[in-house]
T-cell receptor, first 108, second 111 residues
Framework: AQRVTQPEKLLSVFKGAPVELKCNYS??????LFWYVQYSRQRLQLLLRHISRESIKGFTADLNKGETSFHLKKPFAQEEDSAMYYC??????????FGKGITLSVRP | NAGVTQTPKFRVLKTGQSMTLLCAQD?????MYWYRQDPGMGLRLIHYSVGEGTTAKGEVPDGYNVSRLKKQNFLLGLESAAPSQTSVYFCASSWGQGPPYFGPGTRLTVT
């Protein structure tokens, strides 16, 4: 069985503060991991995928197979980063599983 | 290139009524997914398809049926709607190992 855990529901920080959104997974094979962002009442947008190893909007995420984690990080939060963030895992059977999401609130 | 579209955007049903939600993609994607999004529950997979004519159950398939008769369309059916099916429904599609792209969602209320 595959599972994605996002242990926190809400993270509130001030503008300019560092951000780390946690994601842990459970999967017996080699997973494919994603971060999606959802702005208020809009569709989910792909933010990052682990195989691309790129930085989008200042966000980065590194797959740590030893700790089975794929945490999302940004050194300096901006107000426009306020949104819901979801971590997702796709297994070998193409099944795509999401965590429960975390709301990021960036205060001015 | 419209990407992933969903029809309708909003719908109100009475308990026991039936309806079909349509997801369409014009990217020639093999994989398609249906999710429901509820507060505090994240996105839960209802059914998915890895190709035309194939479907598979996700985490919460009860009360829903799906069909993938054409590669570009993935239909989600509710045969007898219940208030517990009030939710926002999202469709997604992807090719091979590419990232899934999402539709705009359908907001369904069952009274």
């Amino acid at each position: 069985a595959q599972r994605v855990t996002q242990p926190e529901k809400l993270l509130s920080v001030f503008k300019g503060a560092p951000v780390e959104l946690k994601c842990n997974y459970s999967y017996s094979g080699s997973p494919e991991l994603f971060w999606y962002v959802q702005y208020s009442r809009q569709r989910l947008q792909l933010l990052l995928r682990h195989i691309s190893r790129e930085s989008i909007k200042g966000f980065t995420a590194d797959l740590n197979k030893g700790e089975t984690s794929f945490h999302l990080k940004k050194p300096f939060a901006q107000e426009e980063d306020s949104a819901m963030y979801y971590c997702a895992l796709r297994g070998a059977n193409s099944k795509l599983t999401f965590g429960k999401g975390i709301t990021l609130s960036v205060r001015p | 290139n419209a990407g992933v579209t969903q029809t309708p955007k909003f719908r109100v049903l009475k308990t026991g009524q039936s309806m079909t939600l349509l997801c369409a993609q014009d990217m020639n994607h093999e994989y398609m997914y249906w999710y429901r999004q509820d507060p505090g529950m994240g996105l839960r997979l209802i059914h998915y398809s890895v190709g035309e004519g194939t479907t598979a159950k996700g985490e919460v398939p009860d009360g829903y049926n799906v069909s993938r008769l054409k590669k570009q369309n993935f239909l989600l059916g509710l045969e007898s709607a219940a208030p517990s099916q009030t939710s926002v429904y999202f469709c997604a599609s992807s090719w091979g190992q590419g990232p899934p792209y999402f539709g705009p969602g359908t907001r369904l209320t069952v009274t």
